[in-house]
């Protein structure tokens, strides 16, 4: 880091305050996650203590409101005061009772305690399958509106939701690409009136 960096972030020197986010974020980070110690980290953890502190810096910098700001020494003690202010003002916000006071629960409350779903979160509750209850519905409406449509609308239909083009539609079914497209919008017209009444 050039010893003008200070300085030259001060005016707003992209490199230089590149050079100085290379030089001090890590360690920004380490001293959030000290100042946080216990504290939850359900939304906001030591990575976004130090983005804040950095990007309130940069931003006062640029403002002009560190004039005796001169060298990496002054820049270090001002990061850590401010880093540690941004953490004391987190550990406040979530530790406010509007805010769970400090009692946000995340998702491994709902993984079972035989550990069957460690490391899944949601995920591993969801599943990539469908429920037989929901898969049983997903049937039963695709059998009603079927039935809505006629014989030659169907066809239509059944090759549009295997994922057919219009033209293989229209190969397929030995018809012209207008037909497909008249067909589909009619096929949408009857679904939309019906599930409106």
Aim: hydrophobic content about 40%.
């Amino acid at each position: 880091m050039s010893p003008n960096s200070v300085t030259w972030a001060k005016q707003g020197d992209e490199q230089a305050v590149r050079a100085l986010w290379q030089r001090y974020f890590h360690r920004l980070v380490h001293l959030a996650r000290r100042k946080l110690a216990d504290a939850p980290r359900r939304v906001a953890d030591e990575e976004d203590v130090a983005l804040s502190a950095f990007a309130a810096f940069c931003r006062a910098a640029q403002q002009g409101r560190f004039p005796q700001l001169s060298g990496r020494d002054d820049l270090w003690r001002l990061l850590i005061t401010m880093t540690a202010q941004k953490a004391i003002d987190q550990k406040r916000h979530f530790g406010r009772p509007i805010r769970g006071g400090g009692r946000v629960r995340g998702e491994s409350v709902l993984v079972p305690g035989d550990s069957s779903c460690a490391g899944q979160g949601l995920a591993g509750l969801i599943g990539d399958a469908p429920t037989p209850e929901f898969a049983a519905l997903v049937g039963e409406e695709y059998t009603r509106l079927l039935a809505q449509l006629n014989d030659d609308l169907r066809p239509v239909a059944l090759a549009k939701m295997e994922d057919y083009t219009n033209q293989e539609i229209a190969a397929k079914l030995g018809c012209s690409v207008s037909t497909v497209e008249r067909s589909l919008r009619l096929i949408r017209k009857i679904w939309r009136t019906e599930s409106k009444g």
